[in-house]
């Protein structure tokens, strides 16, 4: 089974404070991805990474920098945390060629005060 | 219009009903269709898995793809309590880099009532 490992499942910062959400997968994945989930927004994509150092834009970047140093983890860093910044933010990954789905992880609930 | 849209209800049914939950979409380069349920507090968890139109069957749950009509629903037969989640619809396109983001309904909340 493939596994994707969120590294904190509840997070509580400060307005102002860098903030780094990181994330791991086991399967030797080439594809990963951070989405945010808000009420009655749904899930939006922030960032993906389709190999190591390389990444990609998604729906709602701003505010949000990313980092893929290593095949299997795969960092997402708010710069200056914001309150509307506050939200459920999920990471997943897919291998390459793509013919399977999405697996997500647990999620980090992150509340910016 | 919104690339996918679902009805976010919420449904409530009784124990042993037969649920439809549907999604429609607008994008015909969408191909590959997936129905996740998430419960509260967690990540979403895959469900279905479908390629292009067709019907595919996993012990309760039934998913169905209509690509002509571009309609996806997914059937859950002899619901149980613990099927009390948010059901979420989610499609892509075929080829790699930006073809591999997933589109979203916003879910629908389902509670089944012992």
């Known amino acids: 089974d493939v596994k994707v490992t969120q590294s904190s499942r509840y997070l509580v910062k400060r307005t102002g404070e860098k903030v780094f959400l990181e994330c791991v997968q086991d399967?030797?994945?080439?594809?990963m991805f951070w989405y945010r989930q808000d009420p009655g927004l749904g899930l939006r994509l922030i960032y993906f990474?389709?190999?190591?150092?390389?990444?990609e834009k998604g729906d709602i970047p701003e505010g949000y920098s990313v980092s893929r140093e290593k095949k299997e983890r795969f960092s997402l860093i708010l710069e200056s945390a914001s309150t509307n910044q506050t939200s459920m933010y999920l990471c997943?990954?897919?291998?390459?060629?793509?013919?399977?789905?999405?697996?997500f992880g647990d999620g980090t609930r992150l509340s910016i005060l | 219009q919104k690339e996918v849209e679902q009805d976010p209800g919420p449904l409530s049914v009784p124990e042993g009903a037969i649920v439809s939950l549907n999604c429609t979409y607008s994008n015909s380069a969408f191909q590959y269709f997936m129905w996740y349920r998430q419960y509260s507090r967690k990540g979403p968890e895959l469900l279905m898995y479908t390629y292009s139109s067709g019907n595919k069957e996993d012990g309760r749950f039934t998913a169905q793809v209509d690509k002509s009509s571009k309609y996806i629903s997914l059937f859950i037969r002899d619901s149980q309590p613990s099927d009390s989640a948010t059901y979420l619809c989610?499609?892509?396109?075929?080829?790699?880099?930006?073809?591999?983001?997933?589109?979203f309904g916003k879910g629908t909340l389902l509670t089944v009532n012992p």
């Open positions: 990474s389709y190999d190591v150092k390389m990444k």
């Open positions: 989610a499609m892509r396109g075929n080829s790699g880099g930006s073809n591999y983001k997933l589109t």
């Open positions: 997943a990954s897919l291998p390459r060629g793509g013919g399977q789905p999405q697996h």
């Open positions: 399967m030797d994945h080439e594809n």
